[in-house]
């Protein structure tokens, strides 16, 4: 499933962008662990640049950047190659891409918990109450999107789109799984600013690498194709043998 990603580990010009990508996530989420000691220690501040969780920090526009360059790269395959498969992921990840930017399951998950504080409700947070709605619908759009993209797939290209599957629930593992912790967390035990720090580093952190290997998994599979082109442009310009022409 992930042979193309194992070959581009092996290519000598693309691996190290595998080493500089991994390394400018675990770098960001060090600085962050790094200035939230400090701040528990001495009571600095915490730059917001440096939050992971603040929408225009350092960590969030690396995100964006990904994010863009994987959907230009789905829409450029889906364009070269007509495969749905590439084109439903850019729809998802372009999903993924508004919902991180805009906070939209934040946003409407407090609109949808805020109608839902009555009775037994009550005292639970509006966000928290709502948000499990809001990613039941972002799965439906996911599984929808999958459905549609690995119709009538086969072969090098059905991986293609497992790959995605898995990468996708290794995100929505993160983002959506240890969120969800976060909130029960967050509603058991509300003192606890350290346990608040784990949990922001494991999902922010998490969903930074995440991120990073749908670019490399999409990159890894441009590689591939240009292999194929450039394996069928050297076939076709090799001169005929005449002692085998009939």
């Not at 939050?51 to 950047?65: C, E, H, K, Q, R």
């Not at 799965?139 to 599957?165: D, N, Q």
């Not at 058991?188 to 494991?202: K, S």
Request: aromatic fraction near 12%; charge should be negative.
């Amino acid at each position: 499933m992930f042979e193309h990603l194992r070959r581009m580990s092996r290519d000598p010009i693309l691996f190290p962008l595998i080493g500089v990508v991994c390394l400018i996530d675990f770098f960001l989420i060090f600085v962050y662990v790094l200035l939230v000691v400090l701040r528990q220690a001495f009571g600095t501040e915490l730059p917001p640049k440096a939050d992971l969780n603040w929408v225009f920090s350092a960590a969030s526009i690396w995100n964006y950047g990904k994010f863009t360059l994987t959907g230009a790269l789905l829409v450029t395959l889906y364009i070269a190659t007509r495969h749905r498969i590439f084109g439903c992921m850019a729809v998802l990840i372009a999903v993924l891409y508004t919902d991180d930017y805009l906070e939209v399951h934040d946003r409407l998950g407090e609109m949808i918990g805020a109608r839902l504080q009555v009775g037994p409700f009550e005292g639970i947070g509006a966000q928290p109450l709502g948000e499990p709605f809001i990613y039941l619908a972002m799965l439906l759009i996911a599984i929808a999107l999958f459905r549609i993209g690995l119709k009538g797939t086969s072969g090098r290209v059905r991986h293609f789109g497992w790959s995605y599957a898995v990468l996708i629930f290794i995100l929505a593992a993160f983002g959506v799984g240890i969120d969800v912790l976060h909130s029960v967390q967050y509603i058991l035990v509300d003192d606890m600013p350290m346990l608040d720090v784990a949990f922001e580093v494991v999902e922010d952190g998490g969903e930074m690498l995440a991120i990073s290997f749908l670019m490399l998994n999409t990159i890894a599979i441009v590689a591939y194709f240009q292999a194929m082109h450039r394996d069928a442009a050297t076939a076709d310009s090799q001169p005929s043998d005449p002692f085998t022409q009939s």
